[in-house]
């Protein structure tokens, strides 16, 4: 599978839960004040991500984290556990987003590297690069899409031991 869209609460296993991310000074003035991930309950307050995360910052796909409950919502307090994979964002320059030519074109020569996205709006994507994945090859490309005019990009998080 090389997209993974959002799914619904009701295609998610019972032991998912969302734990609140609470994003920088600079997203809460444009507006966007957390961001809830799905994760695994391993535990009373230690949870396996399963999203991609898409505004925060310093995490990726299979962090082992730390949560506490707050107002009956689980809140982010710190990692435990890296799980090694990185994360990283583009914004697709062609209003089609995911589905135009030059994404889809670019995203042939991504593939092969075991990445997978998730979308937000057509345009905005988040990447997972796994831990068995050459980040450095991942990141060549990303740069070849951006200097093609396909899409900008920016690190979130590197897990990878570089």
């Given at each position: 599978?090389t997209?993974?869209?959002?799914?619904d609460d009701?295609d998610?296993?019972?032991?998912?839960v969302k734990?609140?991310?609470?994003?920088?000074a600079?997203?809460?003035?444009?507006?966007?004040?957390?961001?809830n991930?799905?994760?695994?309950?391993?535990?009373?307050?230690?949870?396996?991500?399963?999203?991609?995360?898409?505004?925060a910052?310093?995490?990726?796909?299979?962090d082992?984290?730390?949560?506490?409950?707050?107002d009956?919502?689980f809140?982010?307090?710190?990692?435990?556990?890296?799980?090694?994979?990185?994360?990283?964002?583009?914004?697709v320059k062609?209003?089609?987003?995911?589905?135009?030519?030059?994404f889809?074109?670019?995203w042939?020569?991504?593939?092969p590297l075991?990445?997978?996205?998730?979308?937000?709006k057509r345009?905005?994507?988040?990447?997972d690069?796994p831990?068995?994945?050459?980040?450095?090859a991942?990141?060549?490309?990303?740069e070849?899409?951006?200097?093609a005019?396909?899409?900008?990009f920016?690190?979130a998080?590197?897990g990878?031991?570089?």
């Amino acid at each position: 599978m090389t997209k993974k869209d959002h799914l619904d609460d009701v295609d998610r296993s019972p032991r998912l839960v969302k734990i609140n991310f609470r994003l920088s000074a600079d997203d809460r003035q444009k507006g966007v004040e957390s961001e809830n991930l799905w994760a695994e309950s391993l535990d009373e307050d230690r949870f396996r991500l399963d999203s991609i995360p898409f505004y925060a910052y310093g995490v990726s796909l299979a962090d082992v984290v730390v949560a506490d409950v707050v107002d009956g919502q689980f809140q982010f307090r710190n990692v435990a556990l890296r799980g090694g994979h990185s994360t990283y964002r583009i914004l697709v320059k062609d209003p089609s987003g995911y589905e135009s030519q030059g994404f889809q074109q670019a995203w042939r020569e991504i593939e092969p590297l075991n990445c997978r996205y998730e979308v937000a709006k057509r345009r905005w994507i988040a990447i997972d690069v796994p831990p068995t994945s050459d980040v450095f090859a991942v990141y060549r490309l990303l740069e070849k899409g951006e200097a093609a005019g396909t899409w900008t990009f920016e690190e979130a998080h590197c897990g990878h031991a570089v």
